[in-house]
Structure formats: structure tokens, C-alpha cells
């Protein structure tokens, strides 16, 4: 998957969660700021915070 494909997939689901920058950059503990931009493919993110990013959007999943 190109690194396009993938920041679009992450923004709208991002979107249709309802979640906040904030709060994805608080389960992965970096700043918003870096946060954002790793989201939008800046960034690389670790295994374990891209795998903490995808837990919580499942429990959000879950709750909708």
C-alpha cells in the first residue's frame, strides 16, 4: 500500500471514529504536533504505537 493510500484510510477513519489528534497523540505518547504529522504520512511511527493507534480505533469500532 502506497504511503497516500494508507494516510487516507487513517484520516477517514480518524474522521468517522470522532477521534481528536489529541487523543491518539496521548495512547501514543508524543505530542499532537507529531502526532498530525505522522498521520499524514510525515512521520513514522513505531510497530507498537501504529498497533496502539489500530487498538484504539477497534474500541471505538466497538462502541459505535
Known amino acids: ?3 497516500t493510500q494508507a494516510t487516507k ?3 477517514e477513519a480518524k474522521r468517522r471514529l470522532g477521534l ?3 487523543d491518539i497523540a496521548n495512547v501514543i505518547e508524543r505530542s499532537e504536533t ?3 504529522t505522522a ?3 510525515q512521520a513514522t511511527m513505531s510497530l507498537e504505537e501504529a498497533q496502539k493507534v489500530v ?3 477497534q474500541m471505538k469500532l466497538k462502541k459505535h
Open 55 to 57: 487498538a484504539m480505533q
Open 20 to 22: 481528536k489528534g489529541l
Open 1 to 3: 500500500m502506497e504511503r
Open 39 to 41: 498521520l499524514l504520512g
Open 9 to 11: 484510510i487513517i484520516i
Open 34 to 36: 507529531w502526532t498530525a
